[in-house]
C-alpha cells in the first residue's frame, strides 16, 4: 500500500508561517494528485488544497486563498503546503493524501482519494 508521512506542523503565532511536507512511498510521484486535507476537533475533514498529477494544476479552498501555496518535488517524492499569514481558525491536524486520478474541482472531505497519511497538528495561537 502507498504510504504518506506529513511532518512540520507545530505552534505558531497569528500572522506567522508554517511549511508542511508530505513524503510519499511512490516509485513516480507525479502519477498521483496529492490532496491536503484538515480537521479540527468536533469539525468534520475539510479539504484545503490539491495539485495535479498531469499538468501540475492547483487548487485551494477560498479561506486560504493567497494565503497557502501548494507544490510538489517530483525527485524527491515530496509535496508541500507553504502556510503564511496563518489564523486561529486553520488551527487542526493536517493530512495529506493521494488519487491516481486527477484533483476533484471542489474540495470536500477527500472522498476521492485513495490513500493518507497520519497527519500534523498544526496549531495557531498567542
Known amino acids: 500500500q502507498l504510504q504518506l508521512v506529513e511532518s512540520g506542523g507545530g505552534l505558531v503565532q497569528p500572522g506567522g508561517s508554517l511549511r508542511l511536507s508530505c513524503a510519499v512511498s511512490?516509485?513516480?510521484?507525479?502519477?498521483?494528485?496529492i490532496g491536503w486535507f484538515r480537521q479540527a476537533p468536533g469539525k468534520e475533514r475539510e479539504g484545503v488544497s490539491c495539485?495535479?498529477?498531469?499538468?501540475?494544476?492547483?487548487y485551494y479552498r477560498d479561506s486560504v486563498k493567497g494565503r497557502f501555496t501548494i507544490s510538489r518535488d517530483n525527485a524527491k517524492n515530496t509535496v508541500y503546503l507553504q502556510m503564511k499569514n496563518l489564523e486561529p481558525e486553520d488551527t487542526a491536524v493536517y493530512y495529506c493524501?493521494?488519487?491516481?486520478?486527477?484533483?476533484?474541482?471542489?474540495?470536500?472531505?477527500?472522498?476521492?482519494?485513495?490513500?493518507w497519511g497520519q497527519g500534523t497538528q498544526v496549531t495557531v495561537s498567542s
Open positions: 511512490a516509485f513516480t510521484l507525479d502519477y498521483y494528485a
Open positions: 493524501a493521494a488519487t491516481p486520478r486527477l484533483c476533484p474541482f471542489l474540495l470536500g472531505i477527500g472522498y476521492e482519494f485513495d490513500y
Open positions: 495539485i495535479s498529477s498531469g499538468d501540475g494544476s492547483t
